[in-house]
Every structure is written in structure tokens, then in C-alpha cells.
């Protein structure tokens, strides 16, 4: 019986599919603690996003400065944990973020997993995590 995985890995650890896009992965780099720490950085501005479109719909009249802010918090956030802005590694691949896999250099390696079935381990790397 083969394992299954939440979101598949590229055998690089640059990106994690879902539903056939490639979505970058955190630079590895990044210590435990201070990934940790960008995490939780993310996840509360993430929940401002929340609390201010709720605001909005309210009616408040601070909300869409609110929001703006909010949104921005996880667009620094997101950049830090290198998962947007400049990418993290350095051999001069070029950012296939957001991008069909089929699409991209990884079409052979997403091909041949989708042959072993949706959510097959097989020639995948492992999770990060």
C-alpha cells in the first residue's frame, strides 16, 4: 500500500503542488525558531485579513485601511519566509510559482506521479514539515 502525503514535494524542496500548482516552499535556510516565528507573524496577519473584511462588511469606516495593512503584513511575512518576493536558492532557476506543473520543468516528475495516482508518494521528496 502506498503512503499518501498532503501536498506533494518536487524532488528539488522548492515547491509543494495542490490541485496541479506549484506553490513555493519556505527557504530551508530559514532556522526552526525564526520560521517559527514568521509563521506566527503570517497567521496573525492573516487573521486581521479576516477580522477587517468582516469589519468592511460592517460598514466600519477604518476597515479598508485596516485591510490594506493587514494585507501587507502578510505580503511581509510571505516575503520573509521566502515564499514570495526574490527565491531562495541560488543556481539561477527561474521562479515557476503559481504555474501549472504540467507547465514547467516539473511536467515529467508530475506526470509520472499522477500515473501512480493522486497522492502517491512515488518520486516525490519528502515533506518539509
Known amino acids: 500500500m502506498q503512503q499518501r502525503e498532503a501536498h506533494p514535494v518536487t524532488p528539488d ?23 517559527k516565528a514568521l509563521v506566527q507573524d503570517l497567521m496573525t496577519a492573516r487573521r486581521a485579513v479576516r477580522s477587517a473584511k468582516k469589519a468592511e462588511r460592517a ?3 477604518e476597515a479598508l485601511d485596516a485591510l490594506a495593512a493587514a494585507r501587507a503584513a502578510v505580503q511581509a511575512a510571505k516575503v520573509a519566509l521566502g515564499e514570495r518576493g526574490p527565491v531562495w536558492w541560488t543556481d539561477g532557476a527561474p521562479d515557476e510559482n503559481r504555474r501549472l506543473a504540467r507547465n514547467t520543468g516539473y511536467a515529467e516528475w508530475f506526470a509520472a506521479r499522477e500515473a501512480d495516482g493522486p497522492g502517491a508518494v512515488s518520486g516525490a521528496a519528502p515533506s518539509r514539515g
Open 13 to 35: 524542496g522548492r515547491y509543494f503542488v495542490v490541485r496541479g500548482r506549484l506553490w513555493r516552499c519556505a527557504d530551508p535556510a530559514l532556522s526552526p525558531a525564526r520560521r
Open 59 to 61: 460598514g466600519a469606516p
